[in-house]
């Protein structure tokens, strides 16, 4: 897809932004979604859609974090050029006076010696502008605001969009407790597809925590929308908001189910995050589906001639009192002789725990959760299997 596209009058490129390592994971989504014409970018992917393809994609897509419409896309050559440009878009028939917004989004460029500038130039250019309409200024919010506008500038060229998601869309708003690092669920909405589960296998995940993976994964296997349960959409506060069109999305949505396709199964060695799973999964329809229980994951068996397929975040760096290589050196263990014929997909940022499994990776990942640079790893057993080195 290349920017010449000529769009049709209701059509606009839309960037959904993903978290770095998912970029392939979200493509697949989207085509799936059925999306075909789809470019990948860094942390990003570019459709073209309409605004029905935007508030579908805000409650539907699982593996973005936020969904922006591009509103200008040019050159500049100057520091100047920047104010310019920006002056001439429409920005008083974007959003009303009263509502609070930002500006926020990346700057790459040698042209600016201070990365901050560029933002505050498009907010003057913004204030400005209904300062001249109306002798009035909508207030800047940075924390919480109610219309974000994304930029975006590599050098010269420069794109600037509505944020239509406004806060990230990993706060679904289904999740009541969460422990004290919990897995971004956008981050673990990527991970389960990019296992590859098939959605019909036994899921278990013994390290659950909170049990946002125990969750992504029901969502996915269900069909529900992953924000189903969130209320709020930056796109609600433009001007041209389709009140209707929303309404026949959001209320054409699957919410409840009366079974799952697949058993999914949590267990945790602390009754506490057990306990906030379960208040996790109270509002769901699926929830008493999903089985949950206070184990070591060492005491984990798994039911006789079932395969299982395993997803899990297990405790690393400031989440690890005990000694690192001793726990991980158990998984193996565990893996070899309670798990056999199993595939095990495990993201820690240790690579001293990766080592001690003692099984050699049949797959390998590199991706963030939230500033942490980790290693998303499959480990396949089999029956009799022996301990082997992994190879670095």
Not at 215 to 238: C, D, M, T, V
Not at 334 to 349: Q, V
């Amino acid at each position: 897809m290349k920017k010449e596209i000529e769009l049709k009058d209701d059509e606009y490129f839309i960037t959904l932004k993903c978290v770095f390592g998912f970029e392939e994971t979200l493509k697949e989504e989207l085509i799936e979604l059925g999306y075909k014409e789809v470019e990948l970018l860094n942390r990003a992917i570019r459709i073209v859609g309409t605004w029905r393809d935007v508030y579908f994609l805000n409650l539907n897509v699982r593996c973005a974090n936020s969904i922006l419409v591009e509103i200008d896309h040019f050159f500049i050559q100057t520091e100047e050029d920047l104010y310019k440009r920006a002056s001439k878009i429409g920005w008083t028939t974007i959003f009303d006076v009263k509502k609070t917004f930002a500006v926020k989004g990346a700057v790459f460029s040698s042209l600016f010696t201070n990365s901050h500038y560029p933002f505050l130039v498009v907010k003057d250019a913004i204030v400005d502008a209904f300062r001249d309409k109306y002798n009035e200024r909508p207030d800047v919010e940075l924390k919480r605001p109610q219309v974000v506008f994304d930029l975006y500038i590599k050098e010269k060229e420069v794109t600037i969009s509505i944020n239509t998601s406004g806060v990230p869309l990993f706060q679904r708003g289904y999740r009541e407790a969460v422990g004290e690092a919990p897995l971004n669920e956008v981050v673990a909405a990527g991970l389960i597809r990019m296992s590859g589960w098939d959605r019909k296998t036994t899921l278990l995940d013994p390290f659950c925590g909170s049990g946002t993976l125990l969750i992504e994964a029901a969502l996915l296997a269900s069909g529900i929308p992953s924000n189903i349960e969130r209320q709020h959409y930056a796109f609600k506060n433009l001007k041209d908001f389709d009140q209707a069109l929303w309404d026949e999305i959001y209320n054409g949505a699957l919410r409840n189910v009366r079974s799952l396709p697949c058993k999914i199964i949590g267990s945790d060695l602390s009754d506490e995050m057990i306990i906030k799973t379960r208040r996790n999964l109270r509002s769901m329809s699926f929830g008493r589906f999903i089985q949950t229980s206070v184990l070591p994951f060492n005491e984990v068996k798994k039911p006789d001639d079932e395969k299982v397929f395993i997803v899990t975040n297990p405790p690393y760096g400031q989440r690890l009192e005990a000694d690192v290589t001793e726990l991980y050196d158990g998984i193996g263990n565990w893996l070899k002789h309670e798990m056999t014929n199993c595939e095990a997909w495990i993201i820690t940022s240790s690579e001293d725990g990766l080592k001690s499994i003692g099984l050699k990776p049949s797959k390998k990942h590199k991706v963030f959760n939230g500033d942490l640079e980790c290693s998303f790893r499959s480990f396949v057993t089999y029956e009799g299997s022996k301990k082997i080195k992994e190879n670095q």
